[in-house]
């Protein structure tokens, strides 16, 4: 199983000082140490985290391919063809939110992801799309263009908090899934296996399944199971615990897991 590594939270943190450190670019070396297989970044149409100058030095001096995620936007689709990153993944986004919530709305803006998937196909860059766990959505990413999907594992994420720590008992507790025990554990169940069969699937019909989303050192063994994902995009759990043990061996800690049989 491949890491991608997101370090769009280096940049957070570069953002509450607004000088330039720490430096994302620096990061991409220490993850290239590590033994990561690919640096991902988001650029936000509001660049709260990653600016266009980050996303123009990490494309050039990165040794590693880099997937650049960012949404439909007009500049941003013409900024990113005349630097050609390694891959775009589109994603949905809202300005209000903290991150991206839930995957993107393909039957709602079909014709203008088609228009944009061609375009980056164009210019030689891989395409992938950031969708829920559901064969129709598989089905309509191939339709529409796309090379590569990528699974949203949020309610994955969320219902494993939920179920697994004390979240419930604190302020951050996920209203959505405040449930009993047993009602948890089969929606995490079922979850579980919709992110198993929409790989398959995915697999089936010619198109590479990548996850991502609120994964961790804790909920990622069942996501491993899943042989037919190839690649995982991890980002804030592992810049979290960088805080303490150093990005390095965060990254490599969790390269473990991610290659354990
Ligand atoms: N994959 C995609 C498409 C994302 O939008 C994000 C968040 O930017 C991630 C993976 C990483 O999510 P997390 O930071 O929760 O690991």
Known sequence: MRLGVNIDHIATLREARAINDPNPLEAVFTAKNAGAHQITIHLREDRRHIHDADVRSIITQSPLPVNVECALDEGITEFLCAIKPHR???????????????GLDLNTH?????????RYTKHDIDTALFIDPHIDNIALAKDLGAHCIELHTGKYANLH???TTNLPKTHHSLQEFALPTKELQSLLDSELSLL?????????IGLECFAGHGLNYHNLAPIIAIKDISELNIGHSIIARAVFVGLERAISDMLKLCTSP
């Open 196 to 204: 198993a069969t929409s790989a398959k699937y995915a697999r089936d």
């Open 110 to 118: 079909s014709d203008t992801i088609a228009k944009t998937l061609a």
């Open 161 to 163: 908090l939920m179920q």
């Open 88 to 102: 775009i993944t589109l994603v949905p986004e809202k300005r209000q939110e903290i991150t991206t919530e839930g």
